[in-house]
């Protein structure tokens, strides 16, 4: 009974660290055309919007890319790129779906392919 409980204690403190990402997937050529610098991160505008802002946007931006991402230096380098080169973003990985960009909610960009 002890060793079951311990197992059981294990397995939920395993589970309880893992930190989950529910992402939206979303195809179709996207072009950079705007992106804002600030201290925690950037904004990024994109035409056509994502389907996933709804119609909206927060002051012209529709994804953030926070610095706290694991890959944030990586990213933000693609994005340059992307921008400088005129390459759209063939497909686009976000959190916050369901929300309907404006001034307080906007997408929180997970990954992308150009």
Request: proline residues 2%.
């Given at each position: 009974m002890k060793k079951y409980?311990?197992?059981?204690?294990f397995g939920s403190l395993i589970f309880l660290s893992f930190e989950v990402?529910?992402?939206a997937?979303?195809?179709?050529?996207?072009n950079i055309t705007g992106m804002?610098?600030?201290?925690?991160?950037?904004?990024?505008?994109?035409?056509p919007a994502p389907n996933n802002c709804n119609g909206g946007d927060q002051y012209?931006?529709?994804v953030r890319?926070?610095?706290?991402?694991?890959?944030?230096?990586?990213?933000?380098?693609g994005l340059l790129t992307a921008r400088?080169?005129?390459m759209p973003i063939k497909y686009l990985w976000v959190s916050n779906e369901g929300i309907t960009c404006n001034q307080a909610n906007i997408l929180m960009l997970e990954s992308y392919e150009i």
């Open positions: 409980i311990a197992n059981v204690v990402f529910a992402t997937y979303e195809a179709g050529n996207k804002r610098f600030y201290a925690d991160g950037v904004l990024i505008r994109l035409n012209r931006m529709h890319l926070p610095k706290t991402h694991l890959n944030y230096e990586s990213m933000l380098s400088a080169s005129n």
